[in-house]
């Protein structure tokens, strides 16, 4: 029976970067996955600037990066867009099927033992150690237990259990996406993204909470709508002829119709893929005797925008460095794990709580927070960043509330009065 340090389950890019900063720690770690990588992964593939925090991440650029995006384009349900341009990269692109397997070749270089093609079966924390048992018969002891298995994670489930919380995310906490990724060209790409890489997303499409996107890559889109699984089921309630595959499907007539997809290209159901994303703010604890949980299992995901890899990699590397004040201690229980629940809450558990108002407001006055932003080069910046995930909470609590209802009031409000409506610029592409 082998013996690590750490055994992480689940290697996609939380648990990839935890057994990156804990292999060049020096422990011995075992990086469990039930897929055999490269695999692809349903996401948008983009990354929030916070993702610079990372040397490895921005000294390896060239081993995954497909673009850097200096405009956004943010559209209502009416569609009035906001067009955001940047001097620097305020969003970077990659394809998860390059990035992920990366992210585990890292680990790998720095000492992580990769175990693939395997999934773990149960596990069990004993006073001196954790048994896992994988689904191939073998057993692996270790001091520590990390869970990075996704949205349905086991040690996850375990801590929940313990912890008297619910056993699964509410479906309002649980927003479902869909994707699919194309290669249009590079000549298209130049010619209607142009050289800034040009990431939009429409708010509220069809009127449904949510949002449809458009990521440009190298010469390659990304199209994909995510809304949340508690809207998708009373819609299929009240229609159950409606779809959301449909769904994704008009939006691409929609970008079609807009100039932003070419016309000449046929998408059909099969090219789409779907996963589900916890947006619930993150679980009320996250730990326990030698275990813990990052990334999706945690649901450390932006309420907002639904990004999750800058706080899967924060995540993977918070609780590696805990880990390594906790061995010198050689002390796992509940108490001492709290270090690393208290590393994540302290650092961005308040982004969490404010980026789930932002989502709120979002939904029920969007055509009054475009409409602002639009005519609002400071507000303009401010929310773009705020809907990519690269505004703090503390810019976002001192201002987010001010803003909306300064911008409701002297575009919507007394417009209404004085019958003087001001004229949003035109977006071109």
Same mark, same amino acid.
């Given at each position: 029976?082998?013996?690590?340090? /750490?055994?992480?389950?689940?290697?996609?890019?939380?648990?990839?970067?935890?057994?990156?900063?804990?292999?060049?720690?020096?422990?011995?770690?075992?990086? =469990?996955?039930?897929?055999?990588?490269?695999?692809?992964?349903?996401?948008?593939?983009?990354?929030?600037?916070?993702?610079?925090?990372?040397?490895?991440?921005?000294?390896?650029?060239?081993?995954?990066?497909?673009?850097?995006?200096?405009?956004?384009?943010?559209?209502?349900?009416?569609?009035?867009? /906001?067009?955001? /341009?940047?001097?620097?990269?305020?969003?970077?692109?990659?394809?998860?099927?390059?990035?992920? !397997?990366?992210?585990?070749?890292?680990?790998?270089?720095? $000492?992580?033992?990769?175990?693939?093609? =395997?999934?773990?079966?149960?596990?069990?924390?004993?006073?001196?150690? =954790?048994?896992?048992?994988?689904? !191939?018969?073998?057993?692996?002891?270790?001091?520590?237990?990390?869970?990075?298995?996704?949205?349905?994670?086991?040690?996850?489930?375990?801590?929940?259990?313990?912890?008297?919380?619910?056993?699964?995310?509410?479906?309002?906490?649980?927003?479902?996406?869909?994707?699919?990724?194309?290669?249009?060209?590079?000549?298209?790409?130049?010619?209607?993204?142009?050289?800034?890489?040009?990431?939009?997303?429409?708010?509220?499409?069809?009127?449904?909470?949510?949002?449809?996107?458009?990521?440009?890559?190298?010469?390659?889109?990304?199209?994909?709508?995510?809304?949340?699984?508690?809207?998708?089921?009373?819609?299929?309630?009240?229609?159950?002829?409606?779809?959301?595959?449909?769904?994704?499907?008009?939006?691409?007539?929609?970008?079609?119709?807009?100039?932003?997809?070419?016309?000449?290209?046929?998408?059909?159901?099969?090219?789409?893929? $779907?996963? !589900?994303?916890?947006?619930?703010?993150?679980?009320?604890?996250?730990?326990?005797?030698?275990?813990?949980?990052?990334?999706?299992?945690?649901?450390?995901?932006?309420?907002?925008?639904?990004?999750?890899?800058?706080? *899967?990699?924060?995540?993977?590397?918070?609780? *590696?460095?805990?880990?390594?004040?906790?061995?010198?201690?050689?002390?796992?229980?509940?108490?001492?794990?709290?270090?690393?629940?208290?590393?994540?809450?302290?650092?961005? $558990?308040?982004?969490?709580?404010?980026?789930?108002?932002?989502?709120?407001?979002?939904?029920?006055?969007? !055509?009054?927070?475009?409409?602002?932003?639009?005519?609002?080069?400071?507000?303009?910046?401010?929310?773009?960043?705020?809907?990519?995930?690269?505004?703090?909470?503390?810019?976002?609590?001192?201002? /987010?509330? *001010?803003?909306?209802?300064?911008?409701?009031?002297?575009?919507?409000?007394?417009?209404?009065?004085?019958?003087?409506?001001?004229?949003?610029?035109?977006?071109?592409?």
């Amino acid at each position: 029976m082998s013996h690590y340090d /750490v055994l992480v389950e689940g290697a996609g890019p939380a648990g990839a970067t935890a057994a990156y900063y804990l292999a060049m720690q020096g422990k011995k770690v075992a990086l =469990v996955d039930r897929a055999k990588f490269p695999r692809e992964k349903a996401c948008g593939g983009g990354l929030c600037v916070h993702i610079e925090e990372f040397d490895h991440i921005i000294s390896n650029w060239d081993d995954f990066l497909e673009s850097k995006c200096l405009r956004g384009i943010v559209y209502g349900p009416d569609f009035m867009p /906001v067009d955001y /341009v940047s001097e620097k990269p305020f969003f970077y692109n990659i394809r998860r099927l390059k990035f992920d !397997n990366t992210l585990v070749e890292y680990a790998v270089e720095k $000492g992580a033992t990769l175990i693939e093609g =395997v999934a773990v079966k149960d596990f069990e924390v004993h006073p001196d150690k =954790v048994v896992t048992k994988l689904r !191939n018969g073998e057993e692996i002891t270790s001091d520590v237990i990390i869970g990075a298995g996704g949205s349905f994670d086991l040690v996850s489930r375990r801590i929940r259990e313990i912890e008297n919380m619910p056993m699964k995310w509410r479906d309002e906490d649980i927003a479902t996406a869909l994707y699919f990724e194309i290669d249009v060209g590079r000549e298209y790409m130049d010619s209607v993204y142009g050289e800034e890489r040009i990431s939009m997303a429409h708010i509220k499409y069809q009127n449904l909470d949510g949002y449809g996107w458009s990521f440009s890559k190298d010469t390659v889109l990304n199209v994909g709508i995510g809304c949340p699984r508690s809207i998708i089921k009373k819609i299929k309630k009240d229609n159950p002829k409606w779809d959301e595959r449909q769904y994704l499907l008009d939006y691409v007539e929609t970008l079609k119709e807009q100039g932003w997809f070419p016309k000449e290209i046929q998408v059909d159901r099969k090219m789409i893929a $779907g996963s !589900n994303i916890p947006v619930g703010m993150g679980m009320k604890c996250t730990v326990g005797d030698r275990m813990l949980v990052i990334g999706d299992a945690g649901g450390f995901v932006s309420p907002l925008s639904g990004e999750g890899l800058y706080y *899967a990699l924060d995540s993977g590397r918070l609780a *590696a460095e805990s880990l390594d004040t906790l061995f010198k201690e050689r002390n796992f229980d509940k108490q001492s794990m709290m270090l690393y629940h208290n590393a994540w809450s302290d650092k961005w $558990g308040d982004d969490l709580e404010w980026l789930k108002v932002g989502w709120h407001l979002l939904m029920v006055m969007p !055509n009054s927070l475009i409409k602002y932003a639009a005519l609002d080069e400071e507000t303009k910046e401010f929310f773009t960043h705020m809907f990519v995930g690269s505004m703090p909470a503390s810019k976002i609590k001192n201002k /987010v509330l *001010a803003l909306i209802a300064k911008g409701a009031l002297k575009h919507d409000f007394l417009s209404h009065i004085t019958g003087q409506h001001e004229k949003v610029p035109p977006v071109t592409n």
